[in-house]
């Protein structure tokens, strides 16, 4: 089974974007299971707030609408990680010795894994922080995104939905000094899921609740 390294989980800064893989034309419903993206990308025009999933694509628009598109962590064994038994925050990810799925803040060199990240770079400065909210999740297991300066060093929980004493996390401010950032995405089981998000500008404006479709798996 695969271990990740301290490379492939500390929070990511800055690395070589890779280009996304779609099974179809992103036009259409697309599966995306390579390369980064930013899956919470808030934009705001006037007083709209959208959240879609930024491509990094080479059309003139590279935001799609997470519905009918999902994203996919396969093969399994490229995103597998056995979670410590120490620090005791690493509860807040999954349980000590389970395996969970991980999709990295980083990747280097030719891994072409997904990365999802956010970005709120098309928010004016004056609208950010952006507050991200987890509204809800739908699935066989549990999410968290979190951050770490190097495995196994302890996490530090963005969002979660985890039931872990201390661990539930629902929103998290982003944007205020860097409009664009990425974390570990954890899923503590293999299947389907829903994830429910909605982005809060300063300012008041929403987007609603949107619904984003994940992939754990073939």
């Not at 491509?55 to 003139?60: L, N």
Request: charged share 10%; with cysteine.
């Amino acid at each position: 089974m695969r271990r990740f390294t301290s490379r492939l989980l500390t929070t990511a800064a800055a690395a070589t974007a890779v280009v996304v893989g779609f099974t179809t034309a992103p036009a259409h419903a697309a599966t995306i299971s390579t390369g980064h993206i930013d899956a919470l990308d808030v934009d705001l025009s006037g007083t709209t707030v959208t959240l879609d999933i930024k491509t990094y694509g080479t059309g003139a628009d590279d935001d799609v609408s997470p519905a009918g598109n999902t994203i996919q962590l396969t093969p399994l064994t490229d995103y597998d990680l056995v979670v410590p038994s120490s620090p005791s925050s690493w509860a807040c990810v999954g349980t000590a010795g389970s395996t969970v799925y991980v999709a990295p803040a980083s990747v280097s060199g030719s891994d072409t894994r997904v990365w999802p990240g956010w970005n709120a770079e098309d928010v004016a400065s004056g609208n950010r922080p952006v507050t991200l909210e987890l509204v809800s999740v739908s699935g066989p297991g549990h999410v968290t995104l979190y951050t770490t300066s190097g495995f196994p060093a302890a996490p530090t929980v963005t969002l979660s939905n985890s039931t872990a004493s201390g661990c539930a996390k629902s929103t998290a401010a982003v944007g205020s000094g860097t409009p664009h950032g990425h974390a570990n995405w954890a899923f503590s089981a293999a299947g389907d899921y829903t994830l429910t998000f909605k982005a809060t500008v300063t300012g008041g404006y929403t987007s609603g609740n949107v619904a984003y479709t994940f992939k754990i798996g073939p």
